[in-house]
């Protein structure tokens, strides 16, 4: 058994688990002050005041002056991938947009040339890097999309690596199959012919080696059509593989209608959601995921997320970690992102990269909480004043201890 004591505060506790936390609840986040944290096996025992701790046999952890929050739930990441894109970023300093960068042949189908001539066992070892890197910053679960590969192959290749670090490391791994990411070079005028491919060839392949929870569709201008995502995520619901859809990020692309018609566990980015897209939400179980960490390096407006939490919906935060447009998985990061640019409460955004980030990898049952019978997957933070320091100290390192499966890391 593990137990921890003399928590300053026990954050995001729970005695009757929620699968959401939507609304007006986001900005209320029940905490415990000098409080206890029990742990046995893989599993949260036990919390409460100090003045309660029970006689139990246990390691002891002395949190004097910190905090215990649970792991970030990190629902949307691209962490398989190979080399990086630093001479894009350039581009982009001297001007040039992510649909410029594109035609010229970066952005996408730069990683997808990047990734082919790289062997699985360098995709895995440059992505054990990255996972290690995310596990430090206090994330404990992570989903990860493939979609560099573009060609029955090397989707697979990335989907393997995915495995890889779910069968090696103390993440908890949900993978998602994005062979609709972009249209290949030679499939250039003859984009249903590549979307027969994802359907017809890859989704069987992925499907009999079970390398996919989810999969996922670049809804955009430029990239895949409302009925290229209408297909592909009705092939995969015949696989009883669930959905989730890249929407709205460069443009209002119907993406969003088309996941929650679907039953898209989430839909990501929504940069462009007006009163139609928030009012379909509502009447879904889709998560809107936003994914600050990309507006901000590609000095882009970020989503509403104001008024989508004020209209009712719950909201997921999560990295986009990837070598494009988000190169960081720092989930601590984005908690000041969705504070200071997007305007939400420091309550918010913890419900956010939390419990509601673990419900858009279908993980809410286990994850993102402190509850009785969930997953021990907690951090301890570094002597601090109150949780809304961590958003504010935007740059300080202050995940101490982290504990994933109920194991000190």
Not at 62 to 73: E, I, L, W
Request: net charge negative; charged share 20%; glycine share 8%.
């Amino acid at each position: 058994m593990l137990l921890i004591t003399n928590i300053k505060k026990l954050v995001q506790v729970e005695t009757q688990p929620r699968v959401w936390v939507a609304g007006k609840e986001m900005s209320n986040l029940n905490c415990i002050d000098h409080a206890y944290l029990l742990i046995e096996d893989e599993l949260i025992v036990g919390f409460g005041a100090m003045q309660d701790l029970p006689k139990v046999d246990a390691q002891v952890i002395d949190a004097t002056d910190c905090m215990v929050f649970p792991s970030f739930c990190d629902s949307h990441t691209h962490l398989v991938y190979a080399g990086s894109r630093e001479v894009e970023y350039m581009d982009k300093i001297r001007g040039l947009s992510y649909e410029e960068i594109a035609k010229r042949g970066g952005g996408i189908l730069n990683s997808v040339k990047l990734l082919h001539n790289s062997s699985e066992e360098e995709l895995y070892q440059q992505a054990l890097v990255r996972a290690n890197e995310i596990i430090a910053f206090g994330t404990g679960a992570v989903e990860i999309k493939s979609g560099y590969g573009l060609s029955v192959e090397d989707e697979i290749k990335m989907l393997r690596v995915a495995r890889r670090l779910k069968e090696n490391t103390p993440l908890t791994v949900r993978t998602t199959f994005l062979g609709a990411h972009a249209v290949p070079e030679e499939y250039k005028g003859r984009q249903t012919e590549y979307v027969d491919l994802i359907i017809n060839e890859m989704l069987p392949q992925i499907v009999a080696e079970d390398l996919a929870d989810y999969i996922d569709i670049f809804c955009e201008n430029g990239f895949f059509t409302v009925e290229d995502t209408e297909r592909i995520l009705m092939a995969a619901l015949k696989y009883g593989i669930g959905g989730k859809v890249h929407a709205n990020q460069l443009s209002r692309s119907g993406g969003i209608q088309a996941g929650v018609k679907y039953d898209a566990i989430s839909v990501d980015h929504l940069d462009f959601t007006g009163e139609e897209e928030i009012a379909c939400l509502l009447d879904s179980e889709t998560m809107p995921t936003l994914l600050p960490g990309s507006n901000f390096f590609l000095s882009q407006p970020y989503p509403p997320a104001r008024a989508m939490i004020d209209a009712g919906l719950p909201i997921a935060l999560a990295s986009n970690y990837n070598p494009g447009s988000s190169p960081s998985g720092d989930m601590k990061f984005v908690l000041s992102l969705a504070c200071i640019q997007m305007h939400m409460l420091p309550e918010e955004a913890i419900h956010a990269t939390t419990i509601n980030g673990a419900y858009a990898m279908g993980l809410s049952e286990t994850h993102g909480s402190i509850a009785c019978g969930k997953k021990a997957n907690v951090f301890i933070t570094k002597p601090v004043s109150t949780y809304e320091f961590l958003p504010y100290a935007y740059t300080s390192k202050l995940v101490d201890t982290v504990i994933l499966n109920g194991k000190i890391i």
